[in-house]
């Protein structure tokens, strides 16, 4: 079966934001690659763009957590209107908990979690960066 890997553009801050989310989720970052790792004659890089992400990888379970600052030159993203959201399905009304409260620590809660009408434990919001996320428990997929 074919894995779902999110990838997110970030205005500068992908290294404050993955560092938050390996807080959460736990683990090692599989790869971290700054634009000035990959600057020579053929792809010279601004001073203030040096230490910027161009690659980082959160491992989570069997899936991985994407991302990159987007360089100034080709303008910002536009964090309020990403209408992605990212889902974690957890094995555990507890692993629910913790993901829920511990990623939107900071953030705007838009569905609080608990049991929804559909059967599963789910909530909503939008993290402290401006990522949306679900938490989904569903009791029927043990």
Known sequence: ?????????FNGNAEEAFNFYKSVFGGEFSK??????????????AEN???KIIYIALPI????????????????????????KISVSTESRE????LFYGLSAGGQIEGPI??????TYFGC??????????????PNNK
């Open 1 to 9: 079966m074919a894995l779902i890997n999110p990838h997110i553009n």
């Open 32 to 45: 971290l690659v700054r634009f000035k790792d990959l600057a020579g004659a053929g792809f010279p890089i």
């Open 49 to 51: 763009e040096a230490n």
């Open 61 to 84: 379970g069997k899936n991985i957590l994407i991302a990159n600052d987007v360089p100034e030159i080709l303008g910002k993203t536009n964090e309020n209107e990403n209408r992605s």
């Open 95 to 98: 692993e629910a908990d913790t």
């Open 114 to 119: 608990g049991d929804s009408p559909w059967g």
């Open 125 to 138: 919001f939008r993290d402290q960066y401006g990522i949306e996320w679900i938490i989904d428990f569903n």
